[in-house]
C-alpha cells in the first residue's frame, strides 16, 4: 500500500513518469481519485474518467461536491476523517456496489467506487428478451402499412431534388430521400426487432454513424444544438451500419422531445473497460449521448427499456427497447445515467477486431 500511496503522490504533485504501481491504478475497473479533505480532485485514473464521463484535465481541480451534489454521501465520508465503506448506493444515477474512503497522509483521501453494473446490464438485457415478441408481431404487422406512404415519400423526394434549383434545397431533398431508402431497408431486411443476418455486418466507422445522425438531427430537430466530442483514434466496430444509425438517432430524437436544447454526441476509448455480463468480451468502445433535457427519475429508469413503456404523450415505447435491442445484438450494452439537466445515455461495443 505504501508504494501504491507514493505513486498518487509523486504522480498528482511532481508530475512524475508512469510507474508499475500507478499501470497497476489505471489498469482497475473500480473509479480511483485521489481527493483533498476540501474535495478538491487530484487524480483520477481511467475507471474514474469513465464513470464521470470526463477526462484527466476535466476532473482534476474540480470538487466532489460539483460532481456529485452537496448532500452526496461521499460528502460525509470526507468528514468523517476515517475509513469507510459505504454499500448499494447510487450516485449520478447509476447503481453503486460500494464507495470506499480510505484517509491518506497530508490532508487528502483515496476514494473508490465500485459500480454495480449487474443490474443495469443483466437485467435490462433479460428484460428484453423476455418481452420483446409482443412488438415483435406489431413491427411486421406495421412493415405493410408503413411501405405504401414511405413509398411516396421517397417518390416525391426524388424528383424534388431533380427539379430544384438551390444546392441547399437539393442536399435537403436528397437527405429525405436516402433516410426513406434506409426505412426501407430496415423494414426489408432487419425488422427492428429481428435479429439481423451476420452476413449484413461489417465493419463500421462509428463517426460516420454520428455524422450521418448529426446531418439528420440538424434538418430534423429545430432549437437543438448538436456537439460533437469524438475521439480521433476510434477502431472500427463489427455491425450493421442502417441499425447502428437507427439506435443513435433513436436517443438523440428522444432528447429533443425531453426537452433538450444542446446534444453531445461523445466517442472514446475506455482504457479501463468493462465487460459483457454474458460473453465476458471487452467493451471498449463508447458512443455517449448527452442532453440538458428534464431528466429521468429512478423509478422510471428501471422499465426504461421495455416496450410499449412510455412517459411521453402520444408515445409509442418502441425507441429505447429498439436502441438496447440493437446494441444487445452488437454484443455491447446501454447504461444511462440522469440527473435534471443532464442525461446521458452510453452504449459500449467491442473491439471490430475481437482485440
Not at 309 to 331: F, M, N, Q, R
Request: glycine share 8%.
Amino acid at each position: 500500500m505504501s508504494g501504491l500511496k507514493e505513486t498518487v503522490k509523486v504522480l498528482t504533485l511532481a508530475r512524475a513518469p508512469e510507474t508499475p504501481a500507478l499501470a497497476m491504478l489505471q489498469a482497475l475497473p473500480d473509479a480511483v481519485l485521489a481527493v483533498m479533505t476540501d474535495g478538491r480532485i487530484l487524480f483520477s485514473n481511467h475507471g474514474a474518467q469513465a464513470f464521470f464521463g470526463m477526462g484527466e484535465k476535466a476532473l482534476a481541480g474540480k470538487t466532489l461536491a460539483t460532481l456529485l451534489g452537496d448532500d452526496s454521501p461521499a460528502q460525509d465520508t470526507l468528514q468523517s476523517c476515517q475509513s469507510i465503506t459505504l454499500h448499494d448506493l447510487t450516485l449520478l444515477g447509476k447503481p453503486v456496489a460500494s464507495l470506499g474512503v480510505v484517509p491518506m497522509e497530508e490532508g487528502w483521501f483515496m476514494l473508490v467506487i465500485r459500480p454495480d453494473t449487474t443490474l443495469s446490464k443483466n437485467g435490462w438485457t433479460s428484460k428484453i428478451k423476455n418481452s420483446i415478441k409482443p412488438a415483435q408481431h406489431l413491427a411486421r404487422m406495421l412493415a405493410h402499412e408503413i411501405k405504401n406512404p414511405l413509398s411516396g415519400i421517397r417518390g416525391a423526394a426524388q424528383l424534388l431534388a431533380t427539379s430544384v434549383q438551390s444546392p441547399d434545397d437539393r442536399e435537403l431533398a436528397e437527405l429525405i430521400a436516402a433516410e426513406t431508402s434506409r426505412v426501407f431497408r430496415l423494414i426489408d431486411k432487419v425488422n427492428v426487432f429481428d435479429d439481423a443476418p451476420q452476413e449484413q455486418y461489417a465493419p463500421v466507422n462509428l463517426h460516420a454513424v454520428m455524422e450521418h445522425v448529426e446531418k439528420i438531427a440538424r434538418s430534423g430537430f429545430a432549437g437543438v444544438r448538436i456537439h460533437r466530442r469524438y475521439d480521433p483514434s476510434l477502431p472500427d466496430v463489427h455491425g450493421h451500419y442502417d441499425r447502428l444509425v437507427q439506435a443513435v438517432l433513436n436517443l438523440v430524437k428522444n432528447a429533443a422531445e425531453a426537452g433538450a436544447q444542446e446534444v453531445t454526441l461523445h466517442t472514446s476509448y475506455e482504457m479501463a473497460a468493462g465487460f459483457h455480463p454474458e460473453s465476458r468480451a471487452r467493451l471498449p468502445v463508447c458512443v455517449a449521448i448527452e442532453d440538458n433535457g428534464t431528466g429521468i427519475d429512478g423509478e422510471t429508469q428501471k422499465t426504461l427499456f421495455e416496450p410499449y413503456h412510455t412517459t411521453k404523450p402520444g408515445g409509442e415505447g418502441l425507441g429505447l427497447a429498439v436502441v438496447s435491442k440493437i446494441i444487445d445484438d452488437h454484443g455491447g450494452t446501454v447504461d444511462v445515467s440522469s440527473r435534471p439537466g443532464k442525461t446521458i445515455f452510453k452504449l459500449n461495443l467491442p473491439r471490430g477486431d475481437g482485440k
